[in-house]
């Protein structure tokens, strides 16, 4: 946690150093890739206490062991099987649509939340799909109906108790796109239904630590893109404007997708930019526009977007056309950061603000919720892209007083994104989990930047005074982080039973919390390294202990109120009969006589192969894992041999699909 301390004169003690070598209990010691300047987690190696957990060291073995154990369950109870193995059958896709009724509330749900982010599917085409569907099921387009279920698959992630079986319908989609011809066209229904998929795992990356398991899936994106020339302007083809803008707002939407994950995961944009010289969207209703050459479009004006949502894709692809080089030129090995850089891009920042409408502008104040996320993203990506830049100045060079103008600009990138955090974070259930699955590597990356910069302004200060702003004090600075921290922890350890990623990042804030927590008041004590070493190993097990306990609290409660769960059966459990955490960790107290049943915790492997086991499991025993760590996990049903119609209909019903 404290960064560049040995600049400062303070040098680690020799049990110190010995703490800080890697523990034999790590399962790999040798890295095989290098992450890049952008990745979330990059502030990480300059906050030796967090990089000293990291990686293992002696003194977070004992802690680090039984944080396996607890990440090992949430694999487990989060793991979605492959179904590649199966005979799977495009033909089969409209029996995993639910009724009508719930379709459209779904389809609803969806274009209320993530429509108004990624404007590529309107709402009309999807009813039209879904009228073809249940009116006449045989001609129906299995891209059409592919791109139904994702977009129901999506619109669950905001239901904690529907988001499993949503990542269920969006894998069977998967392995069909891999396996069946039918869906395998490049079309821009093809391409549509693959950025539905890229959405559904950017959003299952924020709990499950699979961010490269999109690699497949926007590779294929990637692929299906280019072979219909989505990266050109639609006017050499001679298309309708309904399908010129459709194609527009496909690639600025797909541009944004490529370009987020490729800063999320720290790796170079593999797009050349000077080939694409297809034009941003325009402002106009797509409904109102011919869809057929010289016939005019009689649609009704219902599902009209509105204009926020228009100018704010409008402003989003600008702002992705600015990043791009940027993005490029960071994860370069041949180009270097320079001071010119970060002048021209503020100063094309500042013009696009110039251009952009007032609820968009930072720090505007507005009630409606969507337009609080759409200006967040804004603001964030914005303050993000800063941040990475002026850190780049900083982090992994010793301290010293000429750095203080560049760590008071990451302090205010940093702290902008935490606050529009907190401020999402206090919202409706929908808003919130939007907020968390849209911002949650850009808030990570801040909270740990923003340690990182008080901890060397701490060590460049020997006064109070950080600045020529009064109200900006090193003990103004401290507190306000530490808010920000606290709150963190206790957002994500509600979250951490949802996966790995989840969990990991639980205790990382909880470690961070501590130790920051603790880094004013004991920054000039003798042995400052041990001390804050300490306190780091205290505040990770004490962490992993409430995980666990919260953990075991909702999985009692869930046995509690379904006994079914508690019981290895043939019954129907699936995640949809699971309740919120924020229902039952607060609220349920832990039963210290909890029976736990082998074969019960044993049944998602059932559907697993032997590859996907070992994947998850790393080696580690089974039966001594189950026996040790005592939390019973939901019963997932395996699926039937798809050849068989009448009992895949029966499956279909029974798991609630």
Same mark, same amino acid.
């Given at each position: 946690?404290?960064?560049? #301390?040995?600049?400062?004169?303070?040098?680690?003690?020799?049990?110190?150093?010995?703490?800080?070598?890697?523990?034999?209990? /790590?399962?790999?010691?040798?890295?095989?890739?290098?992450?890049?300047?952008?990745?979330?987690?990059?502030?990480?190696?300059?906050?030796?206490?967090?990089?000293?957990?990291?990686?293992?060291?002696?003194?977070?073995?004992?802690?680090?062991?039984?944080?396996?154990?607890?990440?090992?369950?949430?694999?487990?109870?989060?793991?979605?099987?492959?179904?590649?193995?199966?005979?799977?059958?495009?033909?089969?896709?409209?029996?995993?649509?639910?009724?009508?009724?719930?379709?459209?509330?779904?389809?609803?749900?969806?274009?209320?939340?993530?429509?108004?982010?990624?404007?590529?599917?309107?709402?009309?085409?999807?009813?039209?799909?879904?009228?073809?569907?249940?009116?006449?099921?045989?001609?129906?387009?299995? #891209?059409?109906?592919?791109?139904?279920?994702?977009?129901?698959?999506?619109?669950?992630? /905001?239901?904690?108790?529907?988001?499993?079986?949503?990542?269920?319908?969006?894998?069977?989609?998967?392995?069909?796109?891999?396996? &069946?011809?039918?869906? %395998?066209?490049?079309?821009?229904?093809?391409? !549509?239904?693959?950025?539905?998929?890229?959405?559904?795992?950017?959003?299952?990356?924020?709990?499950?630590?699979? *961010?490269?398991?999109?690699?497949?899936?926007?590779?294929?994106?990637? !692929?299906?893109?280019?072979?219909?020339?989505?990266?050109?302007?639609?006017?050499?083809?001679?298309?309708?404007?309904?399908?010129?803008?459709? +194609?527009?707002?496909?690639?600025?939407?797909?541009?944004?997708?490529?370009?987020?994950?490729?800063?999320?995961?720290?790796?170079?944009?593999?797009?050349?930019?000077?080939?694409?010289?297809?034009?941003?969207?325009?402002?106009?209703?797509?409904?109102?526009?011919?869809?057929?050459?010289?016939?005019?479009?009689?649609?009704?004006?219902?599902?009209?977007?509105?204009?926020?949502?228009?100018?704010?894709?409008?402003?989003?692809?600008?702002?992705?056309?600015?990043?791009?080089?940027?993005?490029?030129?960071?994860?370069?090995?041949?180009?270097?950061? &320079?001071?010119?850089? %970060?002048? @021209?891009?503020?100063?094309?920042?500042?013009?696009?603000?110039?251009?952009?409408?007032?609820?968009?502008?930072?720090?505007?104040?507005?009630? @409606?919720?969507?337009?609080?996320?759409?200006?967040?993203?804004?603001?964030?990506?914005?303050?993000?892209?800063?941040?990475?830049?002026?850190?780049?100045?900083?982090?992994?060079?010793?301290?010293?007083?000429?750095?203080?103008?560049?760590?008071?600009?990451?302090?205010?990138?940093?702290?902008?994104?935490?606050?529009?955090?907190?401020?999402?974070?206090?919202?409706?259930?929908?808003?919130?989990? $939007?907020?968390?699955?849209?911002?949650?590597?850009?808030?990570?990356?801040?909270?740990?930047?923003?340690?990182?910069?008080?901890?060397?302004?701490?060590?460049?200060?020997?006064?109070?005074?950080?600045?020529?702003?009064?109200?900006?004090?090193?003990?103004?600075?401290?507190?306000?982080?530490?808010?920000?921290?606290?709150?963190?922890?206790?957002?994500?350890?509600?979250? /951490?039973?949802?996966?790995?990623?989840?969990?990991?990042?639980?205790?990382?804030?909880?470690?961070? %919390?501590?130790?920051?927590?603790?880094?004013?008041?004991?920054?000039?004590?003798?042995?400052?390294?041990?001390?804050?070493?300490?306190?780091?190993?205290?505040?990770? =097990? +004490?962490?992993?202990?409430? *995980?666990?306990?919260?953990? %075991?609290?909702?999985?009692?409660?869930?046995?509690?109120?379904?006994?079914?769960?508690?019981?290895?059966?043939?019954?129907?459990?699936?995640?949809?009969?699971?309740?919120?955490?924020?229902?039952?960790?607060?609220?349920?107290?832990?039963?210290?006589?909890?029976?736990?049943?082998?074969?019960?915790?044993? @049944?998602?492997?059932?559907?697993?192969?032997?590859?996907?086991?070992?994947?998850?499991?790393?080696?580690?025993?089974?039966? /001594?894992?189950?026996?040790?760590?005592?939390?019973? $996990?939901?019963?997932?049903?395996?699926?039937?041999?798809?050849? @068989?119609?009448?009992?895949?209909?029966?499956?279909?019903? =029974?798991?609630?699909?």
């Amino acid at each position: 946690m404290l960064s560049g #301390v040995s600049g400062a004169g303070f040098e680690a003690s020799e049990p110190v150093r010995q703490s800080l070598q890697p523990s034999l209990c /790590s399962r790999r010691i040798v890295k095989t890739r290098l992450i890049g300047r952008t990745h979330w987690r990059i502030p990480c190696n300059d906050l030796i206490v967090l990089k000293a957990m990291l990686e293992k060291t002696n003194k977070f073995a004992d802690c680090q062991k039984e944080f396996r154990k607890l990440k090992l369950w949430t694999k487990v109870a989060n793991a979605i099987p492959s179904l590649i193995s199966m005979m799977i059958d495009a033909s089969s896709l409209p029996s995993l649509l639910p009724d009508r009724k719930t379709c459209e509330e779904r389809i609803s749900e969806y274009c209320q939340t993530y429509g108004h982010i990624y404007d590529f599917v309107d709402a009309k085409s999807l009813t039209d799909a879904l009228n073809t569907v249940c009116s006449s099921p045989a001609d129906t387009n299995p #891209v059409d109906v592919s791109k139904l279920i994702l977009v129901i698959a999506i619109a669950m992630q /905001s239901d904690d108790a529907e988001r499993l079986n949503g990542r269920k319908l969006a894998r069977y989609v998967e392995d069909c796109y891999h396996s &069946s011809s039918l869906l %395998q066209k490049p079309c821009i229904g093809t391409v !549509q239904a693959l950025l539905l998929l890229v959405i559904i795992k950017m959003i299952a990356s924020s709990d499950t630590d699979k *961010m490269y398991g999109m690699l497949s899936i926007l590779g294929l994106t990637t !692929q299906a893109a280019h072979s219909i020339s989505l990266h050109r302007d639609p006017a050499l083809f001679g298309v309708t404007s309904y399908h010129a803008e459709v +194609r527009k707002r496909l690639w600025a939407c797909f541009f944004r997708l490529n370009l987020d994950y490729c800063i999320r995961s720290g790796t170079s944009l593999a797009l050349r930019l000077e080939d694409i010289d297809c034009p941003l969207p325009t402002d106009v209703n797509i409904n109102t526009l011919n869809i057929i050459a010289r016939k005019p479009n009689n649609a009704a004006e219902t599902d009209k977007p509105s204009n926020s949502d228009l100018t704010f894709g409008i402003t989003a692809a600008k702002l992705a056309k600015i990043i791009a080089p940027v993005q490029q030129a960071i994860c370069s090995t041949s180009k270097t950061i &320079s001071v010119d850089l %970060q002048k @021209d891009v503020r100063e094309a920042f500042k013009a696009l603000k110039v251009t952009m409408p007032s609820y968009l502008q930072p720090g505007a104040n507005t009630m @409606d919720p969507i337009q609080e996320i759409q200006q967040s993203l804004i603001t964030a990506t914005i303050n993000t892209v800063m941040l990475i830049i002026s850190s780049h100045f900083v982090m992994g060079l010793p301290f010293n007083v000429s750095q203080r103008s560049d760590l008071l600009d990451i302090w205010d990138n940093a702290i902008s994104i935490l606050h529009l955090f907190h401020n999402l974070s206090q919202h409706t259930p929908h808003t919130r989990n $939007l907020a968390y699955h849209l911002l949650w590597s850009d808030t990570c990356r801040a909270a740990f930047t923003a340690s990182m910069v008080l901890s060397r302004l701490r060590n460049i200060e020997s006064d109070s005074a950080i600045s020529t702003r009064p109200q900006h004090t090193l003990s103004t600075f401290h507190e306000s982080l530490v808010g920000y921290l606290t709150h963190l922890y206790h957002f994500w350890l509600a979250k /951490s039973h949802q996966g790995s990623i989840a969990a990991k990042t639980c205790l990382l804030f909880g470690v961070i %919390q501590a130790v920051t927590s603790h880094l004013l008041t004991d920054f000039n004590s003798p042995r400052v390294l041990d001390k804050l070493l300490g306190v780091g190993v205290g505040a990770a =097990e +004490r962490t992993v202990a409430e *995980m666990k306990q919260a953990m %075991q609290r909702r999985s009692y409660h869930l046995t509690f109120t379904n006994p079914s769960l508690g019981t290895c059966s043939n019954s129907s459990a699936t995640a949809s009969t699971l309740p919120t955490p924020d229902s039952t960790v607060d609220s349920v107290m832990a039963n210290p006589g909890m029976a736990f049943d082998e074969g019960r915790l044993a @049944d998602p492997f059932a559907q697993m192969s032997d590859a996907e086991c070992a994947d998850i499991m790393g080696g580690v025993d089974f039966a /001594s894992f189950a026996a040790d760590f005592a939390m019973p $996990l939901p019963l997932v049903e395996h699926p039937p041999a798809l050849n @068989d119609a009448d009992t895949f209909a029966k499956w279909v019903e =029974e798991v609630r699909f």
